[in-house]
């Protein structure tokens, strides 16, 4: 078995081709050409930068859901019929007892996979190529793949390293710390190549991007158990170096969200949608959004009401604080296709669809012999951080901004708490530039972790943060779901749909706390293609 069969798919991603907004070429589709003379020429070339950075499209996707429902930020539950329970793999995530053959996590492994395959086979014939910026060009490709194995060192930690697509030979796993020196050492080796970190150069791999990058490394160096030299201070020195960009924090926080928001200066790296995509597309709508709820927001698609807020995250923004609103849906829908509008109904029992913030797990509709239960299909704070746009259909037009500036101004904060040096501004000065922007007249006088990272969920909810966010502040185990470990009456009011009785903590239940949890287990799918593989501590041994 060669490895070039892992990466089968590579050889139609390299063919069927899109060139994105960010090659400042107009959009074309390549189709059957011919693989040992495709990119002799400037365009082609171009098209195969565009098919590494289409790969950052899939973090919407399977890579969002690991990060969000396994930390703190939000839940898939059951609804009442069976809906999102899929062989149970969301309550795996929010229970954390996932195992080799979760979906969500074996769809994480197979997206890093082929999106470095991708790289790999791209990289050698943009470094061929005779084009006057090939150098400039090949090294945002190694961005793009620095990434993607960032991403699997933070989801999985031990894995395999493939830097060479001509290199035929099955890997073994490489250890965390070789995955993070090698990071580390690319990073530091492209930055000098790659293009200025200027609004123009929207959509690429920057140099503001490289720095940021380097920044999220050493910060969670530590959480992580790798070795690396001054890592607070490396944090605080290329957080510094991404200032020198042409970076602003947008003076309207939810501008960043706006269905045009490829204008906001504040981004740094960003993944690329279109609402004529056809694949990768952006479709949050679909998977958060109640059954109806298309109605009362001039939209064209019903959701599948799938994912909503952990309640006790909701709870922490104050009412007044734009972010709230900003972030979540919540509250009675109205059908505006009607006049005078009129409050909505669920499919399911009649009930108001009133998006409550407090989600309730109903006795008697357990699965899996435990605590998980299904709960009706109106509760639950949805997310509305992204805009939806009027008259959406099956794709969002809106970017995913991977990395921002208040990002950043956060990792220097939490840098020099945690005993980093070299920064510009004391710490409370970098969270009150964010936190007053996006609510004024509530800056704090000094700031401790805990304000850091309080501010980290309050700007920076449903941005694929949360899991390592709760590694690194030591609450890994801690979910933000209190009403799961009470007894909900299935008893319901007839017109909210709302439990009648709800008694106190039913269930003593707590996530587990063992160590080698922080890490996901390596899916059996891919042993079953490379039995070179061994899994990481804890979890079942591949046999």
Same mark, same amino acid.
Request: proline share 1%.
């Given at each position: 078995m060669k490895k070039n069969k892992i990466f089968s798919l590579l050889a139609a991603a390299s063919l069927l081709i899109t060139v994105p907004s960010c090659t400042d070429l107009d959009e074309r589709v390549f189709d059957k050409l011919p693989a040992e003379t495709f990119g002799s020429t400037d365009v082609?070339? &171009?098209?195969?930068?565009?098919?590494?950075?289409?790969?950052?499209?899939?973090?919407?996707?399977?890579?969002?859901?690991?990060?969000?429902?396994?930390?703190?930020?939000?839940?898939?539950?059951?609804?009442?019929?069976?809906?999102?329970?899929?062989?149970?793999? #969301?309550?795996?995530?929010?229970?954390?007892? #996932?195992?080799? @053959?979760? @979906?969500?996590?074996?769809?994480?492994? &197979?997206?890093?996979?082929?999106?470095?395959?991708?790289?790999?086979a791209n990289i050698k014939v943009v470094e061929a190529s005779t084009m006057a910026d090939a150098a400039q060009k090949a090294a945002e490709i190694r961005g793009i793949r620095a990434y993607w194995y960032y991403l699997l060192c933070d989801f999985f930690g031990n894995v395999p390293m493939v830097i060479d697509y001509d290199d035929k030979e099955l890997p073994t796993n490489s250890t965390r710390q070789q995955v993070f020196d090698f990071i580390i050492s690319e990073l530091n080796s492209i930055i000098p190549s790659l293009p200025e970190s200027t609004h123009d150069n929207y959509g690429k791999f920057t140099k503001g991007a490289g720095y940021t990058l380097l920044a999220k490394m050493y910060l969670n160096a530590e959480a992580w158990g790798v070795n690396a030299s001054n890592a607070y201070n490396e944090v605080i020195k290329n957080c510094e170096n991404v200032y020198q960009g042409d970076y602003i924090l947008e003076p309207v926080w939810k501008d960043n969200f706006k269905v045009d928001n490829e204008t906001s200066k504040e981004a740094i790296l960003s993944a690329q949608y279109k609402n004529t995509d056809t694949s990768l597309t952006r479709s949050q709508h679909f998977r958060t959004l109640g059954y109806v709820d298309y109605k009362a927001l001039n939209i064209k698609s019903a959701g599948w009401n799938g994912y909503c807020a952990q309640p006790d995250y909701v709870k922490l923004f104050a009412d007044d604080d734009p972010r709230k609103e900003g972030s979540f849906l919540i509250g009675i829908m109205y059908d505006l296709t009607v006049t005078p509008s009129v409050p909505l109904l669920t499919e399911k029992g009649n009930y108001i669809m009133d998006h409550s913030i407090e989600v309730y797990p109903l006795e008697g509709t357990e699965y899996d012999n435990c605590e998980w239960r299904a709960v009706n299909q109106h509760d639950g704070a949805r997310k509305g951080k992204w805009d939806f746009e009027v008259g959406l259909s099956s794709a969002m037009e809106n970017d995913y901004h991977i990395f921002r500036l208040a990002d950043v101004y956060l990792m220097e904060a939490e840098a020099i708490l945690r005993g980093g040096s070299g920064n510009s501004h004391p710490a409370e000065w970098f969270v009150n530039q964010v936190r007053d922007r996006a609510y004024p007249g509530h800056s704090y006088t000094s700031v401790t972790l805990d304000e850091v990272q309080l501010e980290r969920r309050l700007e920076l909810a449903w941005e694929i943060t949360s899991r390592q966010d709760d590694i690194r502040f030591g609450c890994y185990d801690k979910d933000m779901w209190s009403m799961f470990r009470a007894n909900v009456s299935h008893e319901v009011d007839p017109t909210t749909g709302f439990p009648k009785s709800i008694n106190g903590n039913k269930y003593n239940w707590n996530r587990p706390k063992d160590e080698y949890l922080k890490l996901f287990p390596i899916p059996l799918t891919a042993w079953q293609t490379n039995p070179n593989l061994v899994q990481n501590p804890g979890y079942p041994a591949f046999n």
């Open positions: 082609e070339v &171009n098209a195969l930068v565009g098919t590494c950075y289409n790969t950052l499209k899939r973090l919407t996707g399977d890579e969002f859901n690991t990060s969000e429902a396994s930390g703190s930020c939000m839940i898939h539950p059951t609804r009442i019929g069976g809906d999102w329970y899929d062989g149970g793999q #969301y309550e795996q995530l929010f229970m954390h007892t #996932y195992s080799s @053959q979760t @979906q969500a996590l074996r769809n994480s492994w &197979n997206h890093a996979m082929e999106a470095i395959g991708t790289c790999n």
